[in-house]
């Protein structure tokens, strides 16, 4: 049972670069997450995923794009990457959708550099 | 709308004496409250939850946190520092004022502990 997983761990891009971050979890979550850690400003939600099919955008959607490929993987494109998309990315599941009481489980986060 | 305060970025303690990380929230609706913690390069941990049960609760590791309704706040502690508890520690809070399906992250407060 390994959890969230996340690939890259690291990537560096130049602007205007597109590149896909994988998300998969093994644990039949119905609901999933996408953040992005920036200092001093905590985790943000770009984009989450209540169950298998549906997408619904977050606090910082912008540049983004995201994928339901079905219940294990979540992924998140950036079309074309710019500078401001520097950031740690981290995934996350929970288990029934009761986002006000589940628990989150995070994957180790992909660290993303754009020059 | 939902929002959390983290009233200290930084704080140093030495080994074996109090660790006391504050927090204070805002929300609509009654709150679900989340402390995370997050050693470097590495994912979000859950450490405890309050979820309207016992407004003490006791999390992973020694530490715990009470729930207080009427200064909106949800203080982290730890009677004895360890050198392992060196990390960031994240409030969170999760309410159903704004429907959204995800947490609110305050911005973090980096731990460090002195030998």
């Known amino acids: 049972n390994a959890g969230v997983t996340q690939t890259p761990k690291f990537q560096v891009l130049k602007t205007g670069q597109s590149m896909t971050l994988q998300c998969a979890q093994d644990?039949?979550?119905?609901?999933m997450y996408w953040y992005r850690q920036d200092p001093g400003m905590g985790l943000r939600l770009i984009y989450y995923?209540?169950?298998?099919?549906?997408?619904d955008k977050g606090e910082v959607p912008n540049g983004y794009n995201v994928s339901r490929l079905n219940k294990r993987e979540f992924s998140l494109r950036l079309e074309s990457a710019a500078p401001s998309q520097t950031s740690v990315y981290f995934c996350?599941?929970?288990?029934?959708?009761?986002?006000?009481?589940?628990?989150?489980?995070f994957g180790p986060g992909t660290r993303l550099t754009v020059l | 709308a939902q929002s959390v305060t983290q009233l200290d970025s930084h704080v140093s303690v030495s080994e074996g004496t109090p660790v006391l990380l504050r927090c204070n929230y805002s929300?609509?609706?009654?709150?679900?409250l989340f402390w995370y913690v997050q050693h470097p390069n590495k994912g979000l941990q859950l450490l405890l939850k309050?979820?309207?049960?016992?407004?003490l609760v006791k999390g992973i590791n020694g530490f715990e946190a009470e729930f207080k309704k009427s200064e909106t706040s949800f203080h982290l502690t730890k009677p004895s520092a360890h050198m392992s508890d060196a990390a960031e520690y994240f409030c969170?809070?999760?309410?159903?004022?704004?429907?959204?399906?995800?947490?609110?992250f305050g911005s973090g407060t980096r731990l460090q502990v002195q030998p």
């Open positions: 644990m039949n979550h119905n609901s």
């Open positions: 929300s609509s609706y009654s709150p679900s």
């Open positions: 996350a599941s929970v288990s029934r959708g009761e986002f006000s009481t589940d628990t989150q489980y």
């Open positions: 969170v809070v999760s309410s159903m004022d704004t429907g959204r399906r995800a947490l609110t």
């Open positions: 995923s209540a169950s298998e099919g549906t997408t």
């Open positions: 309050y979820t309207s049960a016992a407004t």
